[in-house]
DNA sequence: ATTATATTGTGAAATACGGAACAACAAATG
DNA sequence: CATTTGTTGTTCCGTATTTCACAATATAAT
């Protein structure tokens, strides 16, 4: 039975799995629906829904099975078994995350990175090798996923890199805007866009949690002197 | 008239302003919808819907007029003047975001950065001062707006700080899921999750652009054994 | 054993959202 | 001036997603 699976349920799930790692290491055997919505900020009803979709099932009373869930969580998401990620562009940002120990939480670690300037000094356990040997390195090595963290000038020429080097999967954290293609997913971040959208909230009031109010000029009134200007 | 803007149409608009800047500063005047949406990542027809929702109207054939658009979104969404953020925990992640210039292009800057550890050296601009002096120098500087990089431990009590200081708005980088309130509006970035979201898209084949069809196991089958050891 | 209680599972309703299509119309062309 | 062309503005539509509400039911309590 085919299912579609949409990327923010994913992103539940990912967040779902990880949670319950992290009761399981406490000891916890069971958890309950609310238990899991309160953890990663959604209605319990939803959970129960996406395991519902899953159908992965859970006690009438006694909730669900934390092992039982993990367990299928893995083989649904895949388990992340010593995969392993590039970075290109190891600049400020680039070797913050090459010196990140967190990842290993998540099943994957960083394996190089690649920086046309390697003679920087950087305090990584990790080789920074020139973009040329990237190809050969992400061969040999079977690698499929990337961050990219290189100046926005360079960002379009290391993208065409990184797809000719056969990477599927690229978290972006310049600014430009890169396109998922057929054989090659991208995840954007913006961190100056998400800050502006911070301000934003506030700016409009007391930051509301989803969705805000806005004071907009009527048709009439202002807004027709201002499409004169316009035309 | 009052109009609801969601959380991804903001984001839309925030993109546009920052192409539209792009584009006065090469000189052009006038630009089509299809160019933004080409821009950020969007259709044509969205960008259009997106105008034509907030009254911001073009010409039947020389498309939009970009200073005027810019203008009208600087209205909508707030002129960013030398808004000032801070940064709570000034380790790897802190101090690379303190050292990034190209936030300024927003129109936003970093002010200072807070750490119980002011003693490291850190190749930064700004002042590193420690927690306790966070809530008055908030308060000196009308500082609405924080980013959150400090050990996971420490997330729960920081966020309690940022909020007794009267901190509006916070990005958080930490693996701990924060909950908006009506008073503090936060948006969570986990980059580990965004990385096994990116493994999730790649393992399962070639990369689709937006979803993806997964196998499950039928009701029957697989399933029925699984609900027994699960009960 | 019976009753009470808490929690799941799910169908239906509500919402939100984006896409396609096309009429309206300004500009260009001849 | 008439015609062609290209782009906007808007309506309609389908779909994806979330919330609501409550029946079903496993466990706990007495
Ligand atoms: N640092 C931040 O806080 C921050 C915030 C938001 C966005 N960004 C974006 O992230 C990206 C990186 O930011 P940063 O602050 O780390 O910049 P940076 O200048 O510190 O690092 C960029 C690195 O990329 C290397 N590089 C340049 N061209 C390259 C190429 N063709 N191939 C491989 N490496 C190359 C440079 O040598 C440098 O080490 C930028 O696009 C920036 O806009 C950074
Ligand atoms: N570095 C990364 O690449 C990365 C990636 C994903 C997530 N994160 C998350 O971002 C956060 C920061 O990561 P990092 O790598 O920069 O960690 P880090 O240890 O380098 O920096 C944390 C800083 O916070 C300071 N700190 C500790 N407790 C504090 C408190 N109560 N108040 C103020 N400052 C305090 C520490 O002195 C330290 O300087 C962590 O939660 C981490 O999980 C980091």
């Known amino acids: 039975m085919k299912k579609r699976l949409n990327k923010e349920l994913v992103i539940r799930l990912i967040k779902y799995r990880r949670i319950l790692n992290q009761l399981k290491s406490l000891g916890f055997e069971r958890v309950f629906s609310n238990n899991l919505g309160d953890a990663i900020g959604v209605a319990p009803a939803l959970v129960r829904k996406d395991f519902s979709l ?3 099932g859970g006690n009438k009373r006694g909730g669900y099975n934390i092992d039982y869930l993990s367990e299928k969580l893995d083989a649904i998401l895949g388990k992340a078994q010593n995969q392993k990620i590039i970075i290109m562009g190891m600049g400020k940002i680039g ?3 090459a010196q990140y120990k967190g990842f290993v ?9 690649f920086d046309i300037d390697v003679s920087l000094p950087r ?3 990790i080789p920074v090798l020139p973009p040329e040997k990237m190809q050969d390195f992400v061969r040999e090595n079977n ?3 990337a961050v990219l963290t290189v100046p926005e000038d360079s960002a379009a020429l290391c993208v065409k890199m ?10 972006n954290f310049t600014p430009v805007e890169i396109k998922s293609t057929p054989t090659c997913f991208v995840h954007n971040i913006n961190i100056a866009v998400e800050i502006e959208n911070l301000f934003f909230q506030v ?5 509301p949690p989803e969705d805000w109010e806005t004071e907009l000029p009527d048709e009439e009134g202002i807004w027709e002197e201002e499409e004169a200007e316009n035309s």
Chains 1, 2 share one sequence.
């Open 143 to 145: 690698i499929r996923v």
């Open 203 to 207: 700016i409009k009031n007391g930051a």
């Open 54 to 56: 899953l159908f992965l």
């Open 162 to 171: 990184l797809k000719e080097a056969g990477i599927q999967g690229i978290l």
């Open 123 to 125: 305090e990584v356990s």
């Open 105 to 113: 939480q998540g099943g994957f670690e960083v394996a190089a990175g």
């Open 95 to 97: 070797t913050a995350l």
